[in-house]
């Protein structure tokens, strides 16, 4: 019989999980792009993620937690980043951050690097417990691993990453739980900008942008 009756399309790459993430001191990346997705915060205090460079431009700054000065970053919350750069016109709320107190997420292999389903498993399944997640110090942010979205909890506002067959990721955010579409689990999503832009308006242009995405496609982090 030929061979060829029983060639199938290999799909398992749609449940590769993505690698885990590092949070990497900006001071040690000189590198950084206006657009770039930062955490700040005061360690031992509290940590802020997805905050976004607005300038590539450093500053000088006394720093009222310590009376000190250092150079500094300026970044705002998404909101006001992407409601600018639709409307350059906007004035967008900024401050001058540390950059000794800033972070970046990186993925521990390069994007786009191969990575086989079987040396994933490990790293999505590895915590099984609120336990597994406690820290013994608030030094600085946590190092976040991948979990299948299906077991993540409410998917509405949650960021979620997702790969196509090439094995470039992407990110989304989940504007619904997952809904039976012809007989598929899927969650609608939205790229990360559309997020914050439906919050303000109502933009037509972006009405056919909203994903149906199979739920065994997505993964968040812990």
């Given at each position: 019989m030929d061979?060829?009756?029983?060639?199938?399309?290999?799909?398992?790459?749609?449940?590769?999980?993505?690698?885990?993430?590092?949070?990497?001191?900006?001071?040690?990346?000189?590198?950084?792009?206006?657009?770039?997705?930062?955490?700040?915060?005061?360690?031992?205090?509290?940590?802020?993620?997805?905050?976004?460079?607005?300038?590539?431009?450093?500053?000088?700054?006394?720093?009222?937690?310590?009376?000190?000065?250092?150079?500094?970053?300026?970044?705002?919350?998404?909101?006001?980043?992407?409601?600018?750069?639709?409307?350059?016109?906007?004035n967008p709320v900024m401050q001058w951050w540390p950059v000794d107190h800033a972070w970046i997420y990186r993925d521990a292999v390069?994007?786009?690097?191969?990575?086989?389903?079987?040396?994933?498993?490990?790293?999505?399944?590895?915590?099984?417990?609120?336990?597994?997640?406690?820290?013994?110090?608030?030094?600085?942010?946590?190092?976040?691993?991948?979990?299948?979205?299906r077991g993540a909890g409410a998917l509405t506002g949650r960021t979620l990453r997702s790969r196509n067959a090439e094995g470039e990721w992407f990110w989304f955010v989940g504007v619904s739980e997952p809904i039976d579409v012809d007989g598929d689990f899927c969650v609608r999503a939205v790229p990360q900008s559309h997020w914050w832009l439906h919050q303000v308006g109502y933009y037509p242009e972006l009405q056919d942008k909203v994903r149906t995405i199979p739920l065994h496609r997505l993964f968040a982090y812990v």
């Amino acid at each position: 019989m030929d061979a060829e009756f029983f060639a199938f399309e290999d799909i398992a790459w749609q449940t590769v999980p993505p690698p885990v993430r590092h949070p990497i001191p900006a001071a040690y990346v000189p590198d950084l792009d206006v657009g770039a997705e930062l955490t700040i915060g005061i360690p031992d205090r509290y940590f802020i993620d997805g905050q976004i460079l607005l300038r590539a431009e450093r500053s000088r700054i006394e720093f009222p937690a310590d009376g000190e000065l250092h150079e500094a970053l300026a970044v705002c919350a998404p909101i006001h980043y992407w409601t600018w750069r639709v409307a350059p016109n906007r004035n967008p709320v900024m401050q001058w951050w540390p950059v000794d107190h800033a972070w970046i997420y990186r993925d521990a292999v390069p994007a786009g690097a191969h990575t086989s389903a079987a040396a994933g498993e490990p790293a999505v399944e590895a915590s099984t417990s609120w336990l597994d997640r406690v820290r013994p110090d608030l030094g600085q942010p946590p190092v976040l691993n991948p979990i299948r979205a299906r077991g993540a909890g409410a998917l509405t506002g949650r960021t979620l990453r997702s790969r196509n067959a090439e094995g470039e990721w992407f990110w989304f955010v989940g504007v619904s739980e997952p809904i039976d579409v012809d007989g598929d689990f899927c969650v609608r999503a939205v790229p990360q900008s559309h997020w914050w832009l439906h919050q303000v308006g109502y933009y037509p242009e972006l009405q056919d942008k909203v994903r149906t995405i199979p739920l065994h496609r997505l993964f968040a982090y812990v």
